[in-house]
């Protein structure tokens, strides 16, 4: 019963994750195209693309980058609310 209460919340977890991770990188990407140089794909789907396992130059596929940059976005508005709220 605990092993499915945990895969849930590991589920629901990482599915916020790489929602925020991909809706940031997609943000910051077509800032990037609007004010440098136009680099990136436009279409969000590309960015929220979860299932796909198809790798990058680097080795990355879209689930890699997505969560990672979650991480980051989540690390840092626990950071900055927690500067905020000690003031």
Known sequence: M???I??????ILQRFFLW?????RWLLFQI?????????PRNIDYYIDNESNK????????????????L???ILI?????KFENK
Not at 20 to 24: C, S
Not at 32 to 40: D, G, P, V
């Open 55 to 70: 790798k990058d130059k680097n080795g990355f596929s879209v689930q890699n980058k997505n969560f990672f940059s979650g």
């Open 32 to 40: 990037y195209n609007e004010c440098i140089t136009e680099k990136f």
């Open 72 to 74: 980051i976005v989540t």
């Open 20 to 24: 925020i991770g991909g809706i940031t």
């Open 2 to 4: 605990i092993s499915i």
């Open 78 to 82: 626990i950071i900055l609310l927690d």
């Open 6 to 11: 945990a895969h849930l919340f590991v589920g």
